[in-house]
């Protein structure tokens, strides 16, 4: 979707204040005994200059849909920046550590600290944090990527109606024999490294790398068809049911990829200080702390960043089944009911199928999804399942959080300072094949899957 078909809308709630001046901070001086400098405080007065506005704004991209009710909807963009004015922290009376002078002087420094920049490693620069919120073209290049999930999305939302896979179960068996035979000869390798008579104390990396494949792609899939079809032994009638309700009607169907969760971590530190005022005369008011690496310094500050993100996805589905069409007139036929039974126990010989047991397609799918581009094919010319506004959904917060610490002779103090950026998308597609493709975009493989299984006649016209 191009940036002229969306709509923009922008909510400011700090404003960019005009005459913004100086922010005073305190008063530093170099006392004798208790006397002030002559003309105190004239002089004397701590101010930083702000390198960056606060600012807290959001801007909106996206379009008119029909409603209300609101059932359908397009592509969604809002981004969301904040930059909290400089707060001053720690206000109050900071002086030099005894013994610092050999006389009766001392610096006093009266007032707080502010952090007028971030150091180190957001990777939101300050013209993109001031700029998102005054105009210019929409843009793309601050939103996290969804490339990882969009292919998965049909996949997991797709009604599935096999609900085991006799029929891969039992091409499989084949080669249950030489599963076997690895099987017997590693817990014999195992028994003899334990003691039962002498042999090497490891496992050649050869047997352990065919004990691996045997596992994850010979006993583990096996193992996992065997037990889907005692399940579906168990509630079989209940399967049958649920199909025939929603055969030829739409349904919403939802999946979670990611719940809301945080993750934490330090990306950044520095011995010294971020803050204003900054002086080296600070110095003469800390004692030795222990920085992050251990080493002994006066002061030391921080970068840490916190990630909250949820991804889920919906989407509107619909099939049809003969078999499962209760007005049907053959509705209870024997052969109705004996197709009911191959659908959900996965006796059907399809392409799927076939591609699962042909050897090393396990490989092949390693690399790319040939295996999901069939089923996808599958489910529409064979079980009539199409796909209607399918959405991804993507929701993170990234936090960033300054923390200076610094080790004042009568007690370590710690300020922090945070900005925040955050991001809700939404895209949406009809396209099994994937979002942002259009059916011109379809690779040769796609497009060899659907004329093998007589689809292609089907693909609208481009």
């Not at 096996?222 to 025939?244: G, N, S």
């Not at 591609?355 to 790319?368: E, G, I, K, R």
Request: proline share 6%.
């Amino acid at each position: 979707m191009t940036a002229t078909k969306l709509r923009l809308r922008e909510k400011r709630n700090i404003a960019f204040p005009s005459g913004f001046s100086n922010y005073h901070l305190g008063y530093l001086a170099l006392k004798t005994g208790s006397a002030y400098p002559p003309g105190y405080p004239v002089g004397a007065e701590m101010a930083v200059a702000p390198t960056e506005h606060p600012c807290d704004f959001e801007r909106t991209w996206d379009q008119t849909n029909p409603g209300p009710p609101y059932r359908t909807g397009g592509r969604f963009l809002n981004l969301r920046v904040v930059v909290p004015s400089l707060v001053i922290q720690g206000i109050g009376t900071y002086t030099s550590r005894p013994g610092f002078f050999q006389d009766n002087r001392s610096w006093e420094y009266k007032g707080g600290f502010t952090n007028p920049r971030f150091q180190g490693t957001d990777p939101v620069s300050s013209l993109q944090y001031e700029g998102v919120g005054i105009g210019g073209p929409y843009s793309e290049s601050l939103l996290p990527s969804l490339a990882a999930y969009s292919p998965q999305v049909y996949n997991k939302l797709r009604p599935k109606l096999e609900k085991a896979g006799i029929a891969r179960a039992i091409g499989e068996m084949r080669d249950t024999p030489r599963m076997l035979q690895s099987t017997a000869r590693s817990f014999s390798q195992t028994w003899q490294a334990m003691g039962g008579r002498r042999s090497p104390p490891f496992m050649a990396p050869k047997g352990a790398a065919e004990d691996f494949l045997n596992y994850q792609f010979g006993w583990k899939p096996f193992v996992k068809d065997i037990v889907q079809i005692l399940e579906v032994y168990l509630d079989a009638q209940k399967h049958i049911d649920r199909i025939t309700v929603e055969n030829n009607r739409w349904v919403k169907r939802k999946w979670t990829f990611l719940e809301p969760i945080t993750t934490s971590s330090r990306v950044n530190w520095g011995a010294g200080y971020a803050v204003s005022p900054n002086t080296q005369i600070l110095d003469s008011m800390c004692n030795l702390i222990k920085a992050p690496d251990g080493s002994d310094v006066r002061a030391f500050w921080e970068i840490h960043k916190e990630v909250t993100q949820n991804v889920w996805s919906e989407g509107n589905f619909i099939y049809y089944r003969k078999e499962f069409d209760s007005e049907h007139s053959r509705y209870n036929s024997a052969w109705s009911t004996m197709a009911r039974h191959m659908m959900i126990y996965g006796a059907r010989v399809n392409p799927t199928t076939l591609y699962q047991l042909t050897p090393w397609s396990w490989l092949v799918d390693w690399f790319a999804n040939v295996g999901d581009q069939i089923q996808v094919a599958q489910d529409w010319a064979l079980d009539g399942i199409v796909a209607q506004d399918m959405y991804l959904m993507h929701r993170q917060t990234t936090t960033y959080t300054l923390k200076q610490t610094i080790g004042f002779w009568n007690g370590t103090k710690t300020f922090e300072w945070k900005r925040m950026f955050a991001t809700k998308q939404r895209v949406v597609s009809s396209n099994p094949y994937g979002f942002n493709v259009t059916w011109g975009d379809l690779n040769p493989t796609q497009w060899a899957i659907l004329g093998a299984i007589g689809l292609a006649n089907r693909v609208p016209k481009i």
